[in-house]
DNA sequence: AAAAAACATTTGATCGATCAAATAAAATCA
DNA sequence: TGATTTTATTTGATCGATCAAATGTTTTTT
């Protein structure tokens, strides 16, 4: 196999310059249409492929994204993670961008990794996922001007709309509140609600979209929807315990609703009644096991990061020209009802004779 | 931000080349080493990090392999690739290897863009995984003379130890066969087996290690043994319809064996009398769940892969030294025994008074 | 002690592309 | 028509590192 074609052999080919060559890949406009055609056909003809590298030296920019991989904490819940690596893989690709994988072992370790990738020319910018309140990451990336977008809104200290930094998130409180009025629709009055303990910012958000559909609704008093609810970690076994809880202080259930996918399956084990339980991820588990669930709309936020991250601010908010531009995404969730009876629960009694 | 220094800042820092700094980090080895010191100490005093595409243009090799992500079909044994995803990006890290991704819709857009990234030199080579028999995407490398591994073995035609590409996959045989001398050690001796229908390499691999276990030990007849064996496609609800007919089929049943974890979850379901149920992949799940499972240690095959890349084929078969180098990896999997009662199948006759 | 060999370090060229500035060609104006 | 602007294309320099070969040092050999 022959040595890849340069530039300088596609100029030769065609019979221009070099650089007729690059601006015909670059700023097309400025080449008169009948060379650019001519260049192109050569192009077409040697299989020209440009050497990124090369391009990346010169134009100190790498046309890559660098995203840390998590180690899969909750196997469950972790899923929505990599559907949104896939989906922004996905996008990138169609922009020209490349998506850089890494790992790392703590937030400062992993600052050490992002100023690798940065100091290497390795990568343009970062999008930076499970970011939490006095994330260091974000600090630093701010103080060092380098570019990123959060999967995940800064809670705690910022205001929304005037951040320090440019992000995407999913409106839970939406998801939630939508999921409410969904099983209100179906003729629910008591809907329960399985969540996680403070202080969590997701957390509390998608516990008011519950609360707050309860509470316009007016089918319970605020004293009945502290019956409605029970708090525990998330994790399968936690949820079937805050079931069984539930069950007992609730008196009648029509529905529940639950913070994440883990729980949920693990209040459908304790749920004898068939109650209609809803989770929250869509994760192939609750779409395996036949559960109603909140789905994070992945695709939309991952067009939302590279929109951010390539769009009027190109990842910085220092710096950056005023605009009324908006600094971040919110994206809504959108509920995926399923017949709750595709699961079987055999049980012994009615055990196959 | 002053821009970064270069390896001539680093030179002129230490009183020596370029190409002197340049030794001292690709081969310290000619180096004396009071000079090393001193270069290294202006390393460290400018924080000087080489410009990888710099380095990648001149070398001719990027230092980085590019993986598919899939587009999670099934999504929960797909974790098993997440987490293989994971092990890889961690432990090429170590050997100062990046990990490119990309996505594709079918096999040959995928040769496309394994083109693309080959030609435009961002990758050295390749990870496959997902390969089948008659695989356009080995064929196309091979002919192309470009490095790369699979995970998972040519099933069909190859002779195993004399491969057209290098390998590393994992032993199912080796797994069920552990799987099934574990249950008979508890003192189970009719144990079941829930698998994939015919043609499946992976499936049969799976299903002679239990059969090959059943018979070594002489408890069942052949006769018998074709009743304790029910065959579906993958998925939960499939596993718990092929759990109502083996217990049907079956007679008495001490243990079942499950191909995926997706198949034992749907088994669970129809389980009734608490058999003890073993599946295939550690999954997520199954640790929530609490089943016993085959575990494919991905970081064994990760490490494998790595050193089939790098190594003495560094990624070709064709064309290498004769060698008596194993050209593949057959990585055994080890079996993660948890305790069964860890699910609270709570059932309307014993529901919490 | 001079010659040869081994080791250590430096210099100039190069990888493939794009930038910045210079030149050539075409279009517009006076 | 000749001067001026606009548009199209080319040339030389450069990004930051490593290669190949040359030069300078030290050690070993005879």
């Not at 020209?96 to 937030?107: H, K």
């Not at 600090?139 to 709309?161: A, C, H, Q, Y």
């Not at 409180?173 to 609600?193: F, K």
Request: glycine share 10%; charged share 25%; aromatic share 4%.
């Amino acid at each position: 196999m022959a040595s890849m074609p340069t530039v300088t052999d596609v100029a030769l080919a065609a019979g221009v310059s070099r650089q007729t060559v690059s601006n015909v890949m670059n700023s097309p406009g400025i080449v008169r249409a009948d060379t650019r055609e001519r260049v192109q056909a050569a192009i077409a003809q040697l299989g020209y492929r440009p050497h990124a590298s090369a391009r990346r030296l010169r134009t100190r920019r790498s046309s890559t994204i660098g995203i840390r991989l998590d180690p899969m904490i909750d196997g469950i819940s972790g899923s929505v993670l990599d559907r949104f690596l896939h989906a922004l893989t996905e996008q990138a690709d169609k922009q020209g961008l490349r998506v850089l994988l890494f790992t790392a072992t703590s937030p400062e370790d992993e600052i050490t990794q992002l100023q690798r990738l940065n100091d290497g020319a390795d990568v343009d910018g970062f999008v930076l996922t499970s970011t939490f309140a006095g994330d260091p990451r974000t600090k630093w990336l701010i103080e060092n001007g380098i570019s990123f977008v959060t999967f995940g809104r800064p809670w705690g200290t910022n205001d929304m709309n005037d951040p320090q930094h440019l992000w995407v998130d999913v409106d839970g409180w939406a998801g939630l509140h939508e999921a409410t009025r969904a099983a209100q629709d179906g003729g629910a009055r008591r809907i329960g609600y399985i969540g996680w303990p403070s202080p969590s910012g997701t957390g509390e958000d998608r516990r008011r979209g519950w609360r707050d559909a309860m509470l316009e609704r007016g089918d319970v008093t605020e004293d009945d929807l502290a019956l409605l609810e029970v708090v525990c970690e998330d994790g399968v076994a936690q949820g079937t315990a805050a079931m069984q809880e539930l069950r007992r202080t609730a008196g009648t259930l029509d529905a529940v609703l639950c913070a994440s996918d883990s729980l949920a399956l693990g209040a459908m084990i304790a749920n004898p009644e068939r109650v209609p339980v809803t989770g929250y991820d869509n994760t192939p588990v609750a779409a395996a096991i036949g559960l109603s669930s909140v789905d994070q709309s992945v695709d939309e936020v991952a067009a939302g990061v590279l929109e951010l991250l390539t769009g009027e601010f190109s990842g910085h908010v220092q710096g950056a020209p005023e605009s009324d531009e908006p600094r971040h995404r919110m994206v809504k969730p959108r509920l995926v009802v399923r017949e709750f009876a595709a699961i079987p629960m055999d049980v012994p009694g009615r055990a196959t004779a």
